[in-house]
């Protein structure tokens, strides 16, 4: 997937000496391998992947892995819910659902935990964040997500408390001071999301799960204000966004 995926578990969070360290490496190995598992399937990044084979029209869309058609039949359901803002085809007519499929494969791995009895973890692929329970087992405290100055690499904008009580705990953040310009800003046609014409070159979104955090951050993103507005009217998050100049756009969670 062209990024660092992390895992945090807690000191205290998996009990029982030998057992416990057991346990932790078998939910290790399963969310390495929801994670490896997908990177065969959607990478673009590999030449072998199926996501690859149809880039190169070697292989069609009906003729795909079902996996392939549920999660494209996920980014047109997107589609349609952000009135075209996030879409899973370039402008040059690839499938691409590289805006999707990172939030996906979180979820995944974050279930995988779950069914191994793991209550309190922190998984981050490449500053997309999905929590659950608290960096002190048992104590009610928040993970602490820190949202970076696409201006100046080195500096934090914002951090953002996840996993508390009546906190969400999933943060996902789009734009194109990480990875260059990836995102094609709607409207623009051939211009991505970092060129002259966007609006915004970092958005941050704050949701109760992790794909809505990264579809919305990516929409907005690519739809600007009119997205921006859509997307806090219509979903329960928060959002920080910041415009070229630097100036900031934040809803009331992440003023606080």
Not at 53 to 70: F, I, K, Q, V
């Amino acid at each position: 997937m062209g990024t660092v995926i992390s895992l945090t578990v807690p000191a205290g969070a998996v009990p029982g000496a030998a057992g416990g360290e057991a346990k932790l490496d078998a939910a290790t190995a399963a969310v390495e391998r929801v994670f490896a598992g997908l990177d065969e399937t959607f990478s673009l990044y590999r030449p072998d992947s199926e996501a690859s084979r149809l880039a190169r029209g070697e292989l069609c869309l009906r003729n795909s892995s079902a996996g392939m058609r549920d999660r494209y039949a996920d980014a047109l359901t997107w589609r349609l819910r952000t009135e075209g803002a996030f879409s899973p085809e370039r402008p040059d007519g690839v499938l691409d659902l590289s805006g999707l499929i990172k939030g996906y494969a979180i979820g995944q791995a974050g279930e995988a935990l779950r069914g191994r009895g793991i209550t309190d973890w922190c998984l981050n692929a490449g500053g997309d964040v999905l929590v659950t329970g608290s960096p002190v087992p048992g104590s009610g405290a928040s993970w602490a997500a820190g949202v970076v100055d696409p201006l100046d690499r080195s500096a934090l904008l914002a951090a953002y408390e996840l996993g508390g009580p009546g906190t969400r705990c999933a943060l996902a953040t789009s734009g194109s001071a990480e990875r260059g310009d990836h995102i094609w800003a709607a409207g623009f046609g051939a211009r991505t999301a970092g060129s002259s014409g966007a609006e915004f070159v970092q958005v941050s979104v704050a949701a109760a799960d992790i794909v809505t955090a990264d579809v919305l951050a990516t929409a907005i993103v690519a739809g600007g204000t009119a997205m921006l507005h859509r997307a806090t009217d219509g979903w329960e998050i928060d959002v920080l966004a910041v415009r070229r100049g630097g100036e900031l756009l934040a809803t009331p969670g992440f003023r606080a």
